[in-house]
Protein backbone atom coordinates (compact mmCIF):
# COMPACT_ATOMS: atom_id res chain seq x y z
CA UNK A 1 0.00 0.00 0.00
CA UNK A 2 1.02 3.70 -0.60
CA UNK A 3 1.41 5.84 1.84
CA UNK A 4 2.40 9.64 2.04
CA UNK A 5 3.80 11.44 5.57
CA UNK A 6 4.39 14.91 6.16
CA UNK A 7 5.45 15.01 9.83
CA UNK A 8 4.85 19.26 10.29
CA UNK A 9 1.69 19.88 10.96
CA UNK A 10 3.10 23.64 10.79
CA UNK A 11 5.86 25.22 9.79
CA UNK A 12 6.79 28.84 10.33
CA UNK A 13 9.75 30.77 8.38
CA UNK A 14 10.66 34.33 8.63
CA UNK A 15 10.57 35.79 5.28
CA UNK A 16 14.03 35.82 2.96
CA UNK A 17 14.73 33.06 5.23
CA UNK A 18 15.11 29.14 3.77
CA UNK A 19 12.43 27.02 3.83
CA UNK A 20 11.94 23.24 3.74
CA UNK A 21 8.41 21.33 4.09
CA UNK A 22 9.02 17.62 4.94
CA UNK A 23 7.60 14.80 3.07
CA UNK A 24 8.52 11.01 3.32
CA UNK A 25 6.41 8.43 1.36
CA UNK A 26 6.11 4.72 0.69
CA UNK A 27 5.35 2.86 -2.05
CA UNK A 28 5.68 -0.31 -4.08
CA UNK A 29 7.96 0.14 -6.90
CA UNK A 30 9.38 3.17 -8.61
CA UNK A 31 7.35 6.26 -6.91
CA UNK A 32 5.56 9.15 -8.82
CA UNK A 33 5.99 12.14 -6.64
CA UNK A 34 4.21 15.73 -6.56
CA UNK A 35 3.65 18.55 -4.51
CA UNK A 36 0.77 20.38 -4.45
CA UNK A 37 0.06 23.83 -2.70
CA UNK A 38 -3.87 24.48 -1.16
CA UNK A 39 -4.55 28.78 -0.69
CA UNK A 40 -7.52 29.30 1.26
CA UNK A 41 -10.65 28.67 -0.46
CA UNK A 42 -8.80 27.35 -3.84
CA UNK A 43 -7.84 23.99 -5.11
CA UNK A 44 -5.11 22.49 -5.50
CA UNK A 45 -2.48 23.42 -7.32
CA UNK A 46 0.86 21.52 -9.21
CA UNK A 47 3.79 22.97 -7.81
CA UNK A 48 6.69 20.08 -8.81
CA UNK A 49 7.31 16.32 -9.82
CA UNK A 50 9.79 13.82 -9.69
CA UNK A 51 9.26 10.92 -12.38
CA UNK A 52 12.89 10.32 -13.17
CA UNK A 53 16.37 11.79 -14.00
CA UNK A 54 17.65 14.11 -11.66
CA UNK A 55 16.93 14.45 -8.13
CA UNK A 56 17.03 17.94 -7.65
CA UNK A 57 13.91 19.38 -9.22
CA UNK A 58 12.68 22.34 -9.92
CA UNK A 59 9.37 23.79 -9.83
CA UNK A 60 6.85 26.81 -9.69
CA UNK A 61 7.43 30.14 -7.81
CA UNK A 62 11.29 28.99 -6.86
CA UNK A 63 10.15 25.52 -5.65
CA UNK A 64 12.11 22.81 -5.57
CA UNK A 65 12.13 19.21 -3.96
CA UNK A 66 14.95 16.92 -3.57
CA UNK A 67 13.90 12.90 -4.27
CA UNK A 68 16.22 11.15 -1.91
CA UNK A 69 15.62 7.13 -2.52
CA UNK A 70 17.33 5.94 0.23
CA UNK A 71 15.52 7.67 2.74
CA UNK A 72 12.26 7.62 0.95
CA UNK A 73 11.94 11.25 1.09
CA UNK A 74 11.22 14.45 -1.11
CA UNK A 75 11.33 17.15 1.37
CA UNK A 76 10.20 20.81 -0.93
CA UNK A 77 12.58 23.57 -0.75
CA UNK A 78 12.70 26.93 -1.57
CA UNK A 79 16.20 29.28 -0.95
CA UNK A 80 13.80 32.32 0.07
CA UNK A 81 10.28 32.95 1.65
CA UNK A 82 7.94 35.46 0.55
CA UNK A 83 4.61 36.24 2.56
CA UNK A 84 2.69 34.74 -0.53
CA UNK A 85 3.89 31.39 -0.09
CA UNK A 86 2.07 31.25 2.94
CA UNK A 87 -0.33 28.23 2.21
CA UNK A 88 -1.04 24.78 2.76
CA UNK A 89 1.05 22.20 0.94
CA UNK A 90 0.26 18.61 0.29
CA UNK A 91 2.89 15.61 -0.89
CA UNK A 92 1.47 13.02 -2.99
CA UNK A 93 2.50 9.72 -4.71
CA UNK A 94 1.48 6.97 -6.73
CA UNK A 95 3.13 3.99 -7.95
CA UNK A 96 4.76 3.84 -11.50
CA UNK A 97 3.51 0.38 -12.34
CA UNK A 98 -0.30 1.37 -13.86
CA UNK A 99 -1.20 4.01 -15.69
CA UNK A 100 -4.26 4.79 -14.02
CA UNK A 101 -3.15 4.45 -10.32
CA UNK A 102 -4.72 7.12 -8.14
CA UNK A 103 -2.55 9.83 -6.17
CA UNK A 104 -2.09 8.97 -2.44
CA UNK A 105 -1.63 12.71 -0.02
CA UNK A 106 -0.12 13.56 3.21
CA UNK A 107 -1.96 15.36 5.27
CA UNK A 108 -0.61 18.85 4.38
CA UNK A 109 1.69 21.24 6.06
CA UNK A 110 0.86 24.38 6.50
CA UNK A 111 3.17 27.22 5.75
CA UNK A 112 3.29 30.41 7.67
CA UNK A 113 5.93 33.27 6.35
CA UNK A 114 6.15 35.83 8.66
CA UNK A 115 7.16 39.14 7.73
CA UNK B 1 -3.34 28.08 -20.09
CA UNK B 2 -6.38 24.96 -19.51
CA UNK B 3 -7.94 24.59 -16.48
CA UNK B 4 -10.22 21.98 -15.07
CA UNK B 5 -13.64 24.05 -13.88
CA UNK B 6 -16.37 22.76 -11.35
CA UNK B 7 -19.60 23.40 -10.85
CA UNK B 8 -21.47 24.55 -8.25
CA UNK B 9 -18.92 26.06 -6.11
CA UNK B 10 -20.95 25.50 -3.51
CA UNK B 11 -23.96 23.32 -2.55
CA UNK B 12 -26.28 22.66 0.46
CA UNK B 13 -28.53 19.69 0.63
CA UNK B 14 -30.79 18.05 3.12
CA UNK B 15 -29.77 14.74 4.19
CA UNK B 16 -31.22 12.15 1.64
CA UNK B 17 -31.19 14.54 -1.46
CA UNK B 18 -29.61 13.48 -4.13
CA UNK B 19 -26.70 15.95 -5.51
CA UNK B 20 -24.80 15.95 -8.68
CA UNK B 21 -21.56 17.47 -9.10
CA UNK B 22 -20.13 18.51 -12.59
CA UNK B 23 -16.76 18.79 -13.52
CA UNK B 24 -15.45 19.40 -17.38
CA UNK B 25 -11.68 18.27 -17.60
CA UNK B 26 -8.65 19.57 -19.19
CA UNK B 27 -9.79 19.24 -23.05
CA UNK B 28 -7.44 16.18 -24.83
CA UNK B 29 -7.36 14.60 -21.24
CA UNK B 30 -8.70 11.06 -20.94
CA UNK B 31 -7.73 10.06 -17.17
CA UNK B 32 -10.48 11.73 -14.55
CA UNK B 33 -10.57 11.53 -10.90
CA UNK B 34 -12.61 12.26 -8.04
CA UNK B 35 -11.29 13.10 -4.95
CA UNK B 36 -12.58 14.66 -1.84
CA UNK B 37 -11.56 16.75 1.22
CA UNK B 38 -13.30 16.80 4.20
CA UNK B 39 -12.62 19.90 6.73
CA UNK B 40 -9.17 19.83 8.39
CA UNK B 41 -8.58 16.16 7.22
CA UNK B 42 -6.19 15.07 3.57
CA UNK B 43 -7.30 14.82 0.20
CA UNK B 44 -8.69 11.21 -0.16
CA UNK B 45 -9.16 9.62 -3.46
CA UNK B 46 -12.68 7.89 -4.51
CA UNK B 47 -13.01 7.25 -8.01
CA UNK B 48 -10.83 7.14 -11.56
CA UNK B 49 -12.54 6.56 -14.80
CA UNK B 50 -10.81 6.28 -18.47
CA UNK B 51 -12.56 5.21 -21.67
CA UNK B 52 -15.59 4.99 -20.42
CA UNK B 53 -15.43 3.10 -17.35
CA UNK B 54 -14.48 3.26 -13.89
CA UNK B 55 -10.86 2.33 -13.65
CA UNK B 56 -9.98 2.40 -10.31
CA UNK B 57 -12.13 3.32 -6.85
CA UNK B 58 -11.67 3.03 -3.09
CA UNK B 59 -13.59 1.89 -0.14
CA UNK B 60 -15.02 5.48 0.24
CA UNK B 61 -17.02 5.18 -2.97
CA UNK B 62 -20.07 2.82 -2.21
CA UNK B 63 -23.32 2.35 -4.34
CA UNK B 64 -24.53 5.43 -3.11
CA UNK B 65 -21.61 7.37 -5.62
CA UNK B 66 -21.92 6.79 -8.73
CA UNK B 67 -20.10 8.94 -12.10
CA UNK B 68 -20.76 9.96 -15.55
CA UNK B 69 -19.16 11.21 -18.85
CA UNK B 70 -22.52 12.28 -20.48
CA UNK B 71 -21.34 13.87 -23.02
CA UNK B 72 -17.64 14.80 -24.89
CA UNK B 73 -16.93 17.29 -21.77
CA UNK B 74 -18.99 17.11 -19.00
CA UNK B 75 -17.80 14.41 -15.69
CA UNK B 76 -20.11 14.11 -13.24
CA UNK B 77 -19.96 12.45 -9.53
CA UNK B 78 -23.60 12.12 -8.32
CA UNK B 79 -24.24 11.24 -4.47
CA UNK B 80 -28.02 9.19 -4.57
CA UNK B 81 -28.68 9.83 -0.89
CA UNK B 82 -26.39 12.08 0.96
CA UNK B 83 -25.41 11.47 4.44
CA UNK B 84 -24.24 14.28 6.98
CA UNK B 85 -21.14 13.11 6.61
CA UNK B 86 -20.55 13.06 2.76
CA UNK B 87 -20.29 17.08 3.89
CA UNK B 88 -16.79 17.92 2.41
CA UNK B 89 -15.14 19.61 -0.63
CA UNK B 90 -14.97 17.54 -3.79
CA UNK B 91 -12.17 17.93 -6.29
CA UNK B 92 -12.31 16.66 -9.58
CA UNK B 93 -8.93 16.68 -11.70
CA UNK B 94 -7.54 15.36 -15.12
CA UNK B 95 -4.81 14.12 -16.76
CA UNK B 96 -2.91 13.59 -20.23
CA UNK B 97 -2.02 10.18 -21.80
CA UNK B 98 1.34 9.37 -22.79
CA UNK B 99 4.54 9.34 -21.22
CA UNK B 100 5.51 12.31 -19.36
CA UNK B 101 2.03 13.33 -18.54
CA UNK B 102 1.63 12.23 -15.03
CA UNK B 103 0.48 15.16 -13.45
CA UNK B 104 -3.63 15.48 -12.27
CA UNK B 105 -5.19 19.00 -12.44
CA UNK B 106 -7.10 19.56 -10.06
CA UNK B 107 -10.55 22.02 -10.11
CA UNK B 108 -10.96 24.59 -7.85
CA UNK B 109 -13.73 22.31 -5.88
CA UNK B 110 -17.25 22.28 -4.97
CA UNK B 111 -17.99 22.37 -0.99
CA UNK B 112 -20.77 20.10 -0.14
CA UNK B 113 -22.66 20.86 2.91
CA UNK B 114 -25.31 18.36 4.30
CA UNK B 115 -27.50 19.55 6.63
Known amino acids: AQSVAQPEDQVNVAEGNPLTVKCTYS??????LFWYVQYPNRGLQFLLK??????LVKGSYGFEAEFNKSQTSFHLKKPSALVSDSALYFCAVRASLSGNTPLVFGKGTRLSVIA | EPEVTQTPSHQVTQMGQEVILRCVPI?????FYWYRQILGQKVEFLVSFYNNEISEKSEIFDDQFSVERPDGSNFTLKIRSTKLEDSAMYFCASRATGTGRETQYFGPGTRLLVL
Open chain 1, 27 to 32: VSGNPY
Open chain 1, 50 to 55: YITGDN
Open chain 2, 27 to 31: SNHLY
